[in-house]
């Protein structure tokens, strides 16, 4: 099992930005796609971003898509998250998670992932 991390989170008004990390306890991290999740309040923790071991592969949720860009250095252990042009309903707890099994789009759903950060918090204000 692999230990993850978030930081980075914060308040910040609408049409701003945040990085945001996540920090890996195994060097097996390498091995692996890495993926971004959401939950607003009352929601569903939903997929937002997801990467291939290797970053030659990436994938968006189409709501984030063209704001958020997904990046991981291996020699690190620690994956990124970059939101640029955050909107109120950004708002969430987000998370970092490791992929069971390769890359693809047709398995981006939270059961095809079994490694979970604690999360860190994004507010936007509008």
């Known amino acids: 099992q692999v230990q993850l991390v978030e930081s980075g989170g914060g308040l910040v008004q609408a049409g701003g930005s945040l990085r945001l990390s996540c920090a890996a306890s195994?060097?097996?991290?390498?091995?692996?796609?890495m993926g971004w999740f959401r939950q607003a309040p009352g929601k569903e923790r939903e997929f937002v971003a997801a990467?291939?071991?290797?970053?030659?592969?990436?994938y968006y949720a189409d709501s984030v898509k063209g704001r958020f860009t997904i990046s991981r250095d291996n020699a690190k252990n620690t994956l990124y998250l970059q939101m640029n042009g955050l909107k109120p309903e950004d708002t969430a707890v987000y998370y970092c998670?490791?992929?069971?099994?390769?890359?693809?789009?047709?398995?981006?759903?939270?059961?095809?992932?079994?490694?979970w950060g604690q999360g860190t918090q994004v507010t936007v204000s509008s």
């Open positions: 195994r060097r097996t991290f390498s091995s692996y796609v």
């Open positions: 990467i291939s071991w290797n970053s030659a592969n990436r």
């Open positions: 998670a490791r992929k069971r099994g390769p890359f693809g789009i047709a398995t981006m759903s939270r059961p095809d992932f079994d490694s």
